[in-house]
């Protein structure tokens, strides 16, 4: 089981940019997904989880610009950024709680992060 982000990049301040990850491999369930984002010399940080029933949580400092949503058929988390800011630059990291089929540990699965860089 892994997780795979794709998405991220450069855009201008104000713009707008989508990521998005997926779940593969043998999965039985997966519970809460999320987008977490971690700068250099700070800790990663929560920016928006969603549960399997859609109830989403969001960080103060994305409220009313970021979305974040899932397609549970496709084991598949979004996250929609608008009205970026040179502060949210930062490597973004997808995370969900799997349940793998068969052999395997149901625990918190990490995808590999991805850039995102807010210019001025």
């Known amino acids: 089981v892994q997780l795979q982000a794709s998405g991220g990049g450069l855009v201008q301040a104000g713009g707008s940019l989508s990521l998005s990850c997926a779940a593969l491999?043998?999965?039985?369930?997966?519970?809460?997904m999320g987008w977490y984002r971690q700068v250099p010399g700070k800790q990663r940080a929560l920016v928006a989880r969603i549960t399997s029933g859609g109830s989403t949580v969001y960080d103060d400092s994305v409220k009313g610009r970021f979305t974040i949503s899932r397609d549970n058929a496709k084991n598949t988390v979004y996250l929609q950024m608008s009205s970026l800011k040179p502060e949210d630059t930062a490597v973004y990291y997808c995370n969900a709680y799997i349940s793998p089929r068969g052999v395997g540990v149901a625990g918190d699965y990490w995808g590999q992060g991805t850039l995102v860089t807010v210019s001025s």
């Open positions: 491999g043998s999965i039985f369930s997966i519970n809460g």
